[in-house]
């Protein structure tokens, strides 16, 4: 079988970040990477979910709402997936994921989507676990710019 495009990238050299994954047609794959592969500190599966919660009803949610395509979890629980429109500028992509997990950091209230009719794991949320995920990934991307998202050698 072919190898995937995600499994050529060097998981050793890999750090917090945000990177363009790859590019199919008009769809643009970000790798939204919160954490260092491999390392054993892994996003805690109840604030993964809520993350995806939070993030995914932000994006859709917003002025950029008709260039989201998919918003999602990695299996390996170090980050997400976001695919955007290639309408949609490096920058301002960039913007759209600060401003999500700014909105993640300080969110207060209900999660949205986390009643038992609305998600297949209603059960399995940490709000707090969560805010504290986004807050320290905002760090991450305050570092972050267009010329930061190739993936490293």
Do not use: W
């Amino acid at each position: 079988m072919k190898k995937i495009a995600s499994f050529t990238i060097n998981h050793d050299t890999l750090t917090p970040g945000m990177y363009v994954s790859r590019i199919d047609g008009d769809c643009v794959t970000y790798d939204l990477r919160l954490k260092f592969p491999n390392q054993g500190d892994y996003v805690a599966q109840p604030a993964l979910h809520t993350l995806e919660h939070l993030i995914a009803t932000f994006v859709r949610s917003s002025t950029a709402s008709e260039q989201v395509v998919y918003f999602g979890p990695m299996g390996c629980r170090t980050g997400f997936y976001l695919i955007l429109r290639d309408s949609m500028s490096k920058a301002d992509a960039l913007q759209l994921v600060r401003d999500a997990f700014r909105f993640a950091a300080d969110f207060e209230g209900e999660i949205p989507g986390a009643k038992k009719i609305e998600c297949g794991n209603y059960l399995e949320h940490d709000l707090a676990g969560a805010k504290q995920e986004a807050a320290a990934y905002c760090g991450v991307l305050s570092r972050c710019s267009e010329a930061t998202m190739a993936y490293p050698d």
